[in-house]
């Protein structure tokens, strides 16, 4: 007989579904990520010591780590809305016309 492995999945179990994937944290990291970045960016340039660290061309840095965040919030916002239109549509299927 074959030992059960942790990684082993009960029968019946819903493999593969959506909901019970690692996925539906991945906005929640990407808001996370998105927030540092931005306390990073407001801290590199709004910041006397920011501004003394990163100055000049340096200045880049933090002004790239708040345009990162903010690119991060959008993809997360799509995420959202992607799986709030897709529940929606799995909620509510049309009908097929015949």
């Known amino acids: 007989?074959?030992?059960?492995?942790?990684?082993?999945?009960?029968?019946?179990?819903n493999v593969g579904q959506y909901p019970d994937t690692g996925m539906r944290y991945l906005p929640v990291y990407l808001l996370i990520v998105a927030c540092a970045g931005f306390g990073f960016?407001?801290?590199g340039l709004e910041t006397p010591d920011g501004r003394?660290?990163?100055?000049?061309?340096?200045?880049?840095?933090?002004?790239?780590?708040?345009?990162?965040?903010?690119?991060?919030?959008v993809v997360a916002a799509a995420i959202w809305l992607w799986r709030w239109i897709s529940a929606r549509h799995?909620?509510?299927?049309?009908?097929?016309?015949?």
């Open 1 to 13: 007989m074959k030992a059960a492995s942790a990684h082993s999945v009960p029968p019946g179990a």
């Open 52 to 73: 003394r660290a990163y100055d000049e061309m340096a200045g880049i840095i933090p002004m790239a780590a708040g345009l990162a965040g903010a690119v991060l919030v």
């Open 41 to 43: 960016a407001y801290w």
């Open 90 to 98: 799995r909620s509510n299927p049309r009908k097929e016309r015949t």
